[in-house]
């Protein structure tokens, strides 16, 4: 029956619905002629002609040649490592070695005295050169640290364009002279203008023992030696808590500025936190520098044969002792004795170290 809604054609065939749609092709197609065998064939089958040769070539090992190269890497870094590690070692070795026979002749206490008296006697002890290294660095980074701060902070905060750039390149500027001219500059042009400072400070503070006069109105005092030691770790801190704080996050800066902070609060809860362990990891290494600075102090400080606990007296440090005494390094035993003052020396910069590495990581805020 025809569909409702549709009537057939008048004088049309009646149109079976019966048929399948192969009837219906073959129907309207009455002169298609289906393929013969051997074009089936030719269609179905994608073999190569004989005549083409098939080449085959080998894959190429990427993950083979990726090994190879992090192996060499990995070994060359690990001899490095162990090239260092064993040097420190060989200098450890080569100091125990020379310093525990003159300990065995020395005849007074190495730790607790400060007699120095290689000749008949044969005594020699440590606790001034202890108390001038120790005392004049903490000085010197009492002063260094919060100025190279605040530099670090102005030039990768507040100084923009040329002026940053300026101010980083005259920072940089100071570790490029030689001790020696820090020393001489210390003694002639700085040390006089410190002198009526000292002596302010002894009249207003005199009852403490660090304050006391010592060798005032001389310059050769332990307060000008931790100024220009301060001077000289400024670089050094300076740069490094520069890069610090210049790679601080953009989004813990942004949270700061989102929550409505000033520049300043902004420095303060963004900056300086994240900054934190590489600050204090700067300040240890201009420590490790204080320590082992040998020609400007030697210039500076003035000798002096009892300890003197003030930050005005003189004295001398482990470095200028050594320094010092090169001419007298004519026998096994001086050699030993002096070797023995470097030896202590060695260790507390050791220390020094290890105590900024842990600092360091225990201060560390992720980002």
């Known amino acids: 029956m025809p569909t409702p809604g549709t009537e057939p054609r ?38 190569p002609a004989a005549s083409t040769p098939v080449v085959e070539t080998a894959p190429v090992k990427l993950d083979e040649v990726k090994r190879g190269a992090d192996l060499a890497f990995k070994s060359a870094t690990g001899l490095s490592a162990g090239l260092i590690v064993t040097i420190v070692g060989f200098i450890a070795v080569f100091l125990l070695a020379l310093a525990v026979p003159a300990l065995g002749r020395n ?59 300026t101010i980083g390149f005259m920072v940089d500027l100071l570790a490029a002279v030689p001790s020696v001219v820090y020393g001489l500059w210390g003694l002639r042009v700085l040390g006089p203008v410190l002198v009526p400072v000292g002596e302010f400070l002894s009249k207003i503070l005199g009852w403490i023992p660090i304050f006391k006069p010592g060798l005032l109105p001389s310059p050769g005092t332990v307060f000008t030696a931790s100024t220009v030691l301060a001077i000289m770790i400024l670089p050094i801190v300076t740069s490094i808590s520069r890069d610090v704080f210049a790679q601080t996050p953009r989004d813990n800066i942004e949270a700061a500025w989102a929550l409505g902070a000033t520049k300043t609060e902004m420095i303060r809860t963004a900056v300086i936190p994240y900054g934190r362990s590489g600050v204090t990891a700067a300040a240890m290494l201009g420590l490790g ?67 900024a590495r842990t600092l360091a990581n225990a201060g560390k805020v992720k980002a």
Do not use: C
């Not at 001034?128 to 902070?153: E, H, K, Y």
């Not at 320094?323 to 390094?329: R, T």
């Open 10 to 47: 008048r004088g049309a065939p009646p149109v079976d619905t019966a048929e399948s749609p192969a009837d219906i092709v073959h129907h309207h197609e009455p002169h298609a002629e289906a393929p013969t065998p051997a074009v089936k064939r030719a269609v179905v089958s994608k073999k």
């Open 107 to 165: 005849n007074a206490n190495f730790l607790t005295s400060n007699e120095w008296d290689l000749g008949s006697k044969f005594s020699f002890g440590i606790s001034g050169l202890m108390w001038t290294t120790v005392f004049s660095s903490i000085i010197a980074m009492m002063i260094a640290v919060p100025i190279a701060i605040g530099v670090a902070l102005l030039i990768t905060h507040y100084a923009k364009g040329a002026l940053s750039n």
């Open 289 to 355: 520098r204080a320590l082992g600075e040998t020609v400007a102090v030697m210039i500076i400080l003035s000798t002096v044969q009892e300890l003197d606990f003030s930050i005005f007296g003189g004295g001398e440090t482990f470095a200028a002792r050594i320094a010092n005494g090169a001419g007298e390094l004519d026998s096994a035993d001086k050699t030993g004795a002096y070797i023995a003052a470097g030896l202590v020396l060695f260790v507390l910069t050791f220390v020094v170290n290890a105590v």
